[in-house]
């Protein structure tokens, strides 16, 4: 058994179709410049015309988000900079047309790789998927075509590429498993979406799997079995059989409210990262959306996003929401994500330096324009506009009369603005939950970052996996600072949400419902298992077992408390 990282939930079992990409030897030659030239203007053609037959297929069987990475890959094959790039080095040397593509491309890789930022290192992706087709192109390598897989099978791959995943036919392609890639790779986000399992990471995949290997798949654990025996393979019959029955089962609680048996209302939301994260929220069953992380808008540009363009993005989440709330953060950048155009001087602890509502109040000119590009949208929805990482009452009265100021000039300028918005603040730094009950006073809702609350309460980096073990949700710690928050909130009848991973965690939602949390903001594929639970709890239960947990000593303890309560 092979361990990897379940990407996109499931267990199925087939034989493995091992996807091997023929690695191509490269090597530097004199050439005349002319035909060379000839040669890679042809091949970039070639690859244009694929990438166009590629998207062509998969329109209708992807999302937009997913076609759009298409669009991205159109940009390569076409950018002008890295055409000239690579023709001045084939003039200037002499040299074949292979090699210069190759050492672009190297160029390229290496800086967006060097970045310390996902959404930067899947641009190396995408520039490595399209100068390998122009590469294959050059010597005349054609791959093996995995649209024309034809019966049942699981893939095997190094890593599947965007173009790799977007021919797969879900009739026979059953899973794949790859050796690299993570949750956040672009084959992990195809698998979620075309919604097969599959493991990746999974180091040494290569090495140890045969073509027609029987394979056991289980994504939920992140397992890869290779050649079970028959009693292994009926026991992971009987988990694929239970997994699908659980998914159709849970399909059912898609259009109902959340509520308790005892009558208590609660809002589920989904947490997104780009306008097109709507369409699976509403299809997950999301009632709102309670974070959407307006960062990605700005990581996924090559310089500050105008006005225009992020009032468009806002315009277009607001009213595929339609009357359902949409809670924008605004700029969280600092810590672990960084901006290539906007570069931050190095500190010794990002994650307590210059990020966030720290850096959006010195940089007004940054924060104005998406202030504005917000209130010009409002009109189109329900806009609730949240402020990260306030620490102090100042901070947040600061950032909020600028909202007010833009609104005046706004108006002043006869552009129509909504009288509903209502402005709120994170609560992510323990200063803000400890005097909650102040902040409640000047702001109309809370959302709980617990990702970020926990680091700070436990002083523990959240990328650093030698302190994981302090990322403890259920520590009465910090259940004390939301019971906190919450109390505070609504003794002025505000309402407080939670966005951080915590909010959608199942042994969660019993001692949250409990402490009367209002709206539970998760990922959109852990809504329907939420609702499952939350309707089934009572809330007066939750509400005895939330008072004990706060009394508790240790983390395990209100776990046990929360398992043998909630059956
Ligand atoms: C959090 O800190 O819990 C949160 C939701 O924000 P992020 O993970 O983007 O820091
Ligand atoms: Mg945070």
């Known amino acids: ?8 939930s499931g267990v199925t079992i087939a034989k493995a179709y091992k996807y091997e990409t023929p690695a191509i030897e490269i090597v530097k030659k004199e050439a005349d410049p002319e035909v060379e030239i000839n040669k890679f203007d042809l091949a970039v053609a070639d690859s244009k015309h694929d990438i166009e037959t590629i998207k062509e ?12 990475i298409f669009d991205a890959h159109l940009m390569v094959v076409e950018d002008p900079a890295f055409g000239d790039e690579v023709k001045n080095m084939i003039t200037n040397d002499k040299i074949n047309a292979e090699f210069a593509v190759e050492t672009v491309a190297n160029m390229y890789i290496t800086m967006f790789e060097s970045l310390d930022d996902e959404y930067m290192k899947a641009r190396a992706a995408d520039i490595r998927d399209v100068t390998t087709r122009i590469k294959y192109h050059l010597v005349g390598i ?14 095997v791959a190094h890593d599947l590429t965007p173009s790799d995943t977007a021919q797969l036919d879900k009739q026979f392609v059953k899973g794949f498993a790859t050796e690299i890639g993570g949750r956040t790779s672009h084959s992990a986000i195809m698998a979620r979406s075309l919604e097969i399992p599959a493991v990746v990471g999974t180091k040494g995949i290569m090495e140890t799997v045969k073509n027609g290997d029987m394979i056991v798949l289980d994504a939920l654990k992140g397992n890869v079995i290779i050649n079970p025996d028959d009693e292994t393979i009926a026991k992971y019959r009987e988990k694929e059989a239970k997994y699908l029955a659980e998914v159709v089962a849970l399909k059912a609680y898609k259009d109902m409210e959340t509520i308790s048996v005892d009558g208590h209302k609660i809002t589920l939301a989904a947490n997104i990262g780009t306008p097109d994260d709507v369409e699976g929220a509403l299809a997950n069953g999301a009632e ?14 090559q310089a500050l996003p105008t006005e225009e363009e992020q009032f468009v ?7 595929a929401m339609k009357e359902h709330s949409v809670v924008v953060r605004t700029l969280d950048i600092g810590g672990d994500k960084k901006l290539p155009y906007l570069p931050i001087d190095p500190e010794m602890n990002p994650f307590l330096g210059y990020r966030a509502i720290r850096l959006c109040l010195d940089r007004k000119d940054i924060f104005r324009t998406q202030l504005r590009a917000l209130l010009r949208a409002s009109v189109y929805g329900h806009l609730c506009i949240m402020f990260p990482m306030i620490a102090t009452l100042d901070e947040f009265n600061a ?21 509903d918005i209502q402005i709120g603040l994170m609560i992510e730094i323990p200063a803000a939950a400890v005097l909650a009950d102040q902040f409640a006073k000047v702001a109309d809702f809370f959302s709980i970052g617990t990702n970020d609350l926990i ?5 523990a980096d959240r990328m650093s996996e030698k302190v994981s073990y302090l990322y403890q949700p259920f520590n009465p710690s910090l259940l004390r600072l939301i019971k906190m928050t919450i109390d505070g909130a609504h003794k002025e009848g505000k309402w407080v949400g939670m966005c951080g991973e915590m909010a959608g965690e199942p042994d969660a939602i019993s001692v949250l419902m409990g402490l009367g949390l209002d709206e539970f903001s998760m990922s959109a594929t852990s809504i329907l298992r939420a609702r499952k639970i939350a309707n089934s709890l009572s809330h007066a239960e939750m509400k005895e077992l939330a008072a004990k947990a706060v009394e508790c000593s240790t ?7 929360i398992h043998s309560t909630v059956k």
Not at 145 to 155: G, H, V
């Open 313 to 319: 993005a806002y315009k277009k989440v607001l009213e």
């Open 142 to 155: 054609k791959p093996a075509d995995l649209s024309l897989i034809d019966s049942e099978c699981i893939i």
């Open 555 to 561: 983390s395990s303890e209100v776990l046990d408390l």
């Open 288 to 301: 709102a959306v309670g974070l959407y992380r307006t960062e990605f808008l700005y990581m996924n540009s």
């Open 57 to 68: 297929k998969a329109t209708g069987r992807l999302s937009d988000e997913e076609l759009a």
């Open 455 to 459: 680091q700070y309460s436990m002083a």
């Open 1 to 8: 058994m092979l361990k990897g990282i379940a990407a996109s």
């Open 399 to 419: 950032a909020k009369a600028m909202v007010f100021e833009e609104k005046e000039k706004l108006v002043a300028e006869g552009i129509a603005v909504a009288d």
